[in-house]
């Protein structure tokens, strides 16, 4: 059964670029959250989808944007990307409408130089 | 964004020690949550908690929802090595419509033999 998975692992970005995350739910779950966590820091909440729709969003600007597809994977991409986005992005998987029993990937660890 | 207070931010013990770890907040969760994470590793669920006094063992992790619904606890008896990583403790308010999960700055636990 595999999990959450998620790519790219690592990538490197200049001030300025774009970047888009992609992230597989775990099999059988329709909802996906996309967390933040800098170095240190816990994870920070971005936004969530379900039914293809983002459903909850947190105190992101917009230059974050997701999109949710049919089979339930999301893209999570970021623009105007700059020094203070440097971070691990974080997808996460539930089954259960609300819960927060998240299901974690490794993540995406990005660096912008 | 909004973090949960955790304490201690850091600590050291000898293998078979027990530990206690808390975690507070200024605002009312319905749910708590204790996540561990290893290193490149995504935060993996160990306990949730869905009632105010509520205590629930998972193993040699016991976890307890404050009674005032601003804290809670975890204490993991009999340490061993495997138990090194970042403990997070994090929140929801799913009753208030609220999907998000606020995390605290986490718990870094090292065991020494």
């Known amino acids: 059964d595999a999990g959450v998975t998620q790519s790219p692992t690592h990538l490197i970005k200049t001030r300025g670029q774009q970047v888009t995350l992609r992230c597989s739910p775990k099999?059988?779950?329709?909802?996906v959250s996309w967390y933040q966590q800098a170095l240190g820091q816990g994870p920070q909440f971005i936004f969530q989808y379900y039914e293809e729709e983002e459903r909850q969003r947190g105190n992101f600007p917009d230059r974050f944007s997701g999109h949710q597809f049919p089979n339930y994977s999301s893209e999570l991409n970021v623009n105007a990307l700059l020094l203070g986005d440097s971070a691990l992005y974080l997808c996460?998987?539930?089954?259960?409408?609300?819960?927060?029993?998240?299901?974690f990937g490794e993540g995406s660890r990005l660096t912008v130089l | 964004g909004q973090q949960l207070n955790q304490s201690p931010q850091s600590m050291f013990i000898q293998e078979g020690e027990d530990v206690s770890m808390n975690c507070t907040s200024s605002?009312?969760?319905?749910?708590w949550l204790w996540y561990k994470q290893d290193p490149g590793e995504g935060p993996v669920l160990l306990i949730a908690l869905y009632k105010a006094g509520e205590l629930t063992s998972n193993g040699r992790l016991t976890a307890q929802f404050g009674i005032t619904r601003k804290d809670s606890f975890l204490n993991i008896s009999a340490s061993i090595p495997s138990d090194v990583g970042i403990y997070f403790c994090?929140?929801?308010?799913?009753?208030?419509?609220?999907?998000?999960?606020?995390f605290g700055k986490g718990t870094k636990l090292s065991v020494i033999p």
């Open positions: 605002s009312i969760f319905n749910t």
């Open positions: 099999s059988g779950h329709d909802t």
């Open positions: 994090a929140g929801q308010n799913s009753g208030a419509g609220s999907y998000q999960l606020t």
């Open positions: 996460a998987s539930s089954g259960l409408m609300g819960t927060g029993e998240l299901f």
